[in-house]
T-cell receptor, first 115, second 114 residues
């Protein structure tokens, strides 16, 4: 079974600063995918970025990058140049090769961007 | 251009009165999911479909049922809602197999039980 841990219930960041949201995971799957989602107060989960367990390079998507450290089983999300609209809940999720149709989520981090 | 649509966005139901939440998709994805999300918690997978193949999570209460009459539609039935079932219910879809394919979510239905 997969387990996702997000140890930061809440984070504050100043507008235009960078912020790192932590995610660690545990799995026995030989291959897996890691995802980050943003959930604004409206409720919809918005896909941000994906990292495959065999990818050699860290994923980047615009202002989002994923700091993937496989040996440490961590997949931290880095948001550069924070904007007020980044204030939301952020969830780390995993999809494994075994039971591959299931997504497992961490408990989330609430990010508040201060003007 | 919404691809996963949940209706209604807000649902108020009485304690013990059956309620149905609906989800439709235009993505033609084989896999559809129902998640329950309580305030400030991780979304919890209730069940998912691979085409018509239903997969129930071991800890999903019997009070929760689901139907998928065709590829596009999926329903969540709560037979006798209790106060503890008040939550956001999220529907999602995905292409099957492959660890790299993301899930696409609807906007959710916020259920209140009175």
């Amino acid at each position: 079974a997969q387990k996702i841990t997000q140890t930061q219930p809440g984070m504050f960041v100043q507008e235009k600063e960078a912020v790192t949201l932590d995610c660690t995971y545990d799995t026995s799957d030989p291959s897996y995918g890691l995802f980050w989602y943003k959930q604004p107060s409206s409720g919809e989960m918005i896909f941000l970025i994906y990292q495959g367990s065999y990818d050699q390079q860290n994923a980047t998507e615009g202002r989002y990058s994923l700091n993937f450290q496989k040996a440490r089983k961590s997949a931290n999300l880095v948001i550069s140049a924070s904007q007020l609209g980044d204030s939301a809940m952020y969830f780390c999720a995993m999809r494994g090769a075994v039971g591959f149709n299931k997504f497992y989520f961490g408990s989330g981090t609430k990010l508040n961007v201060k003007p | 251009d919404a691809m996963v649509i949940q209706n209604p966005r807000y649902q108020v139901t009485q304690f013990g009165k059956p309620v149905t939440l609906s989800c439709s998709q235009t993505l033609n994805h084989n896999v559809m999911y129902w998640y329950q999300q309580k305030s400030s918690q991780a979304p919890k997978l209730l069940f998912h479909y691979y085409d018509k193949d239903f997969n129930n999570e071991a800890d999903t209460p019997d009070n929760f049922q689901s139907r998928r009459p065709n590829t596009s539609f999926c329903f969540l039935d709560i037979r006798s809602p209790g106060l503890g079932d008040a939550a956001m219910y999220l529907c999602a879809t995905s292409r099957p197999g492959g660890i790299s394919t993301e899930a696409f979510f609807g906007q959710g239905t916020r259920l209140t039980v009175v």
